[in-house]
């Protein structure tokens, strides 16, 4: 009999989630979904499982909902994109007048394809301009529903549940979603405990180094990195997230579990084929290629620079982790990409800068810069004269490159207006742009350069 169910079961997931198209809203850091979007067009353009649908990608406010899209290519999107926080599968979206209504429309899924008794569920939900008004009340009949279906439904902060089921109601229309991710998809795995609440959160990273170099392209199509110079690097966020984009060296790699491979639909063959295809094209050397060839054949440098001997100890930690991650996947990590043992224990403000490039074929350079601000930075210090004094540094760095005939390019996190505008009007001779986005409640200014 239960082979019975299994065998039904599974005839019921091949029809209605590997036979159809699956519609999908991908969340992302507030304020850079178009750098999102972007990524995500590129991967659907250069699929390694390609699917015969033809996918249509829609930025919406705070989401990116794609339709007509393959499981199998939702699966590769959730372990090759580094600007996305959680890819959620659309269940079901239909009308829904009223309590009635939305009991109704939730018992007629098929919630054995989703969800099985070993997961644990957090239930949540949202109710904008619907008659079914009462969000504690909904909650209390999804969880009547899903009760015999998981092992536990958790409410509250700092749950550790596999995943998350989100019930939205507008206007009466109901979409119910799951997320595959589980854990947000920018907690990659390399952060050891020294550095588990860093300020800026990988996703946003990542958005910020591909959003700054596709800047400087637009500039100079020849543009290429040399040197990653990093001034307040912390734990080391931008060289992990810059490391992963230069190599291919895609998320999914990192081992981390997604709630994806607990539920009931997750194919692994089709799974071990991503990650064997992310293999395939990550640009880092097998061990069996690790011979006289120079394993940093590209002369790539990366030197972090801060005066916090905490955030050099997290970041040697992180170094350590990552490292340790590369080699799991049978690649090595050319460790000369680091200057000195990872880190040097400077105030960048302070540097020699012509003495510290002196000897260093250090070529073009790629200035990414997250100084301190709000709980980072001492409450008796002037933000306003320490971006300018960034700038002022900037523009002494800038011409010691224009002499070698360099270019320098990069882009800094300014936590208000004033800060910005100080830095700006200090920068000289720069092309500059500028955006915002969201973090920790802040809305961050990013200023970008080139020159």
């Known amino acids: ?120 569920l957090k239930i949540k939900v949202n109710s904008v301009a619907s008659k079914a008004f009462h969000e504690t009340g909904l909650k209390e009949i ?16 700092n749950t550790t549940e596999t995943t998350s089921l989100n019930a939205d109601l507008y206007k009466d229309t109901l979409t119910l979603s799951i997320s595959l991710a589980g854990d947000s998809l920018y907690k990659r795995g390399y952060r050891g405990t020294l550095s588990a609440s860093a300020p800026l959160r990988e996703d946003a990273a990542a958005c910020c180094i591909q959003k700054s170099i596709m800047f400087a392209q637009s500039k100079n199509s020849n543009f290429n990195m040399n040197t990653i110079l990093i001034p307040f690097s912390g734990t080391g966020t931008f060289a992990f997230e810059y490391l992963q984009w230069h190599y291919k060296f895609v998320p999914g790699l990192f081992e981390r579990i997604y709630a994806l491979q607990k539920m009931p639909l997750f194919r692994q063959e089709s799974f071990n084929f991503l990650l064997k295809k992310a293999k395939e094209n990550c640009l880092f050397k097998t061990k069996d290629e690790n011979n006289s060839e120079n394993l940093n054949s590209e002369n790539l440098k990366i030197i972090c620079i801060d005066n916090s001997s905490n955030a050099n100890t997290a970041l040697v930690e992180n170094l350590n982790i990552f490292e340790k991650k590369i080699h799991n996947n049978d690649f ?26 002196s000897h260093k074929n250090y070529g073009p350079i790629f200035l990414p810069l997250n100084p301190p601000y709000g709980i980072r930075i001492h409450k008796k210090s002037d933000p306003i004269a320490f971006y300018k004094s960034i700038a002022i540094k900037i523009n002494e760095l800038s011409k010691i490159l224009k002499k070698e005939n360099h270019n320098l390019s990069g882009f800094i996190l300014c936590p208000n207006e004033e800060t910005w505008s100080s830095f700006c009007n200090q920068l000289k001779h720069f092309d500059l742009e500028t955006y915002h986005f969201t973090q920790g409640g802040m809305d961050i200014r990013v200023c970008q350069f080139y020159i």
């Open 1 to 120: 009999m239960n082979q019975h169910i299994e065998e039904n079961l599974e005839r019921k997931i091949k029809k209605n989630i590997y036979g159809k198209a699956q519609s999908v809203k991908i969340t992302f850091p507030a304020g850079l979904g178009s750098t999102a979007l972007k990524e995500i067009e590129s991967i659907l353009n250069n699929l390694w499982f390609p699917q015969k649908f033809q996918s249509h990608c829609q930025l919406l406010k705070n989401e990116i909902q794609i339709d007509k899209i393959h499981m199998s290519a939702i699966s590769e999107l959730l372990i090759r994109c580094q600007c996305i926080s959680d890819i959620k599968l659309i269940l079901l979206e239909e009308k829904a007048l009223g309590k009635e209504a939305f009991e109704k429309q939730c018992r007629s899924l098929n919630w054995n394809m989703f969800l099985q008794k070993e997961m644990s």
């Open 142 to 157: 999804l969880a009547n529903i899903l009760n015999n279906h998981v092992s536990e439904i958790v409410s509250g902060e």
């Open 332 to 357: 090595i990590f050319p460790a000369e990409i680091f200057e000195k043992n990872a880190v040097i224990n400077e105030n960048f403000l302070k540097l020699d800068i012509d003495s510290f490039l």
